[in-house]
């Protein structure tokens, strides 16, 4: 029997800030998020969400499974800061995340 249910598409999430370490509060980091499909050629849709901790400190929509999100230093606090990235699908894509880490100097 067909329980009418298509397995979800397997997904990687890549991230990479730039740049990692910021002098002050005032600076901003810039998040670069890449989605993609483990098998066939479909984009994943959805959108990206940054969070330190359980705070949501930025945000994006996918466009062509690529997002990229500006994270403010002032949502940083002062050291080092582990982000969770995480992909929140749209559509039958897996959801996945990863980390990234920004140091913020002041």
Known sequence: TV?????????????????????????????????ASKTGSAKPTGTVKIMRGSKVVGKAKLKKGKAVVTIKGSKL???????????IPKGNFDAKATRVTIIRKK
């Open 3 to 35: 329980s009418g249910h298509a397995a979800k598409v397997a997904t990687t999430v890549k991230a990479k800030a730039k740049p990692h370490k910021l002098a002050n509060a005032h600076k901003r980091a810039k998040v670069i998020v890449s989605v």
């Open 77 to 87: 606090k002062k050291g080092k800061n582990k982000l969770t990235v995480k992909y």
